[in-house]
C-alpha cells in the first residue's frame, strides 16, 4: 500500500533562516505531488505541484520553492523566512483518472515563525 | 464570490443526531466533488467523493450533489463524538494537463455527548 513520509513534525525558526521540509511517498511509482499550506483560519492554499521529476508549478509568488530531485521525493525549500510563512504545511500526492484529484496527504509539519 | 463556500461554525449537534454540512461552489464546469476530515492538529483525511448528481451513501455519511444549485452536502448520522472535527469541502474541474482541487475553508462540527 501507498505510504506518504512527512518530515519533521513541528519546527520552530527565527525570521530570516532557511527552511528544507521533505516528503517522500512509497509503495507508487510517478505521482503527482503537491505543498499544500494551511495558516491559522484560513483554508489549505496550493504552493507547489509536480508531475515528474524536475517539473515543478507555482501557484503562488513568494519566497519558497519546491523541488523534486527524484521520483518519490518533494522538497520545500526558503533562503530565508518571514513571519508570513508560519503555518501548517501539508504534502500531499493524488491518483485517479486525471491529475490532481484526490488527494492523501502527509502528517504534515506545523512551522512557527519567530 | 470565492470559489468553495462552507460555514465556519461551529456546527454543534448532539450525539445521535444527524449532522448536515453544507458547501457551495462558484464554478459551473466542476466535476468532481470531495469531503475531508480534519482532526485539529493532523492533516486532511479522504471520507467521500461524487461525481454525479444524487445521493450516495458509505456507511453513516452521505454525500448529496445538486450541481443545478451548485450544492454538495455531507449528512453524517448517529452522529458521535470522536466525529468532532473540521470537515472541508473540496472541488476539481479539469483543466488542460493539470486540473484544480480547490478546498472550502471548512466547517468545525462538535458533537456532544
Known amino acids: 500500500s501507498q505510504t506518504i513520509h512527512q518530515w519533521p513534525a513541528t519546527l520552530v525558526q527565527p525570521v530570516g533562516s532557511p527552511l528544507s521540509l521533505e516528503c517522500t511517498v512509497e509503495?507508487?511509482?510517478?505521482?503527482?505531488l503537491y505543498w499544500y499550506r494551511q495558516a491559522a483560519g484560513r483554508g489549505l492554499q496550493l504552493l507547489f505541484y509536480s508531475v515528474g521529476i524536475g517539473q515543478i508549478s507555482s501557484e503562488v509568488p513568494q519566497n519558497l520553492s519546491a523541488s523534486r530531485p527524484q521520483d518519490r521525493q518533494f522538497i520545500l525549500s526558503s533562503k530565508k523566512l518571514l513571519l508570513s510563512d508560519s503555518g501548517f504545511y501539508l504534502c500531499?500526492?493524488?491518483?485517479?483518472?486525471?491529475?490532481?484529484?484526490?488527494?492523501?496527504f502527509g502528517s504534515g509539519t506545523q512551522l512557527s515563525v519567530l | 464570490q470565492k470559489e468553495v463556500e462552507q460555514n465556519s461554525g461551529p456546527l454543534s449537534v448532539p450525539e445521535g443526531a444527524i449532522a448536515s454540512l453544507n458547501c457551495t461552489y462558484s464554478d459551473r464546469v466542476s466535476q468532481s466533488f470531495f469531503w475531508y476530515r480534519q482532526y485539529s492538529g493532523k492533516s486532511p483525511e479522504l471520507i467521500m467523493s461524487?461525481?454525479?448528481?444524487g445521493d450516495k451513501e458509505d456507511g453513516r455519511f452521505t454525500a448529496q450533489l445538486n450541481k443545478a444549485s451548485q450544492y454538495v452536502s455531507l449528512l453524517i448520522r448517529d452522529s458521535q463524538p470522536s466525529d468532532s472535527a473540521t470537515y472541508l469541502c473540496a472541488v476539481f474541474r479539469y483543466g488542460g494537463s493539470q486540473g484544480n482541487l480547490i478546498f472550502g475553508k471548512g466547517t468545525k462540527l462538535s458533537v456532544k455527548p
Open positions: 509503495g507508487t511509482s510517478n505521482p503527482n
Open positions: 500531499a500526492w493524488s491518483v485517479g483518472a486525471a491529475a490532481g484529484e484526490k488527494l492523501f
Open positions: 461524487i461525481y454525479s448528481n
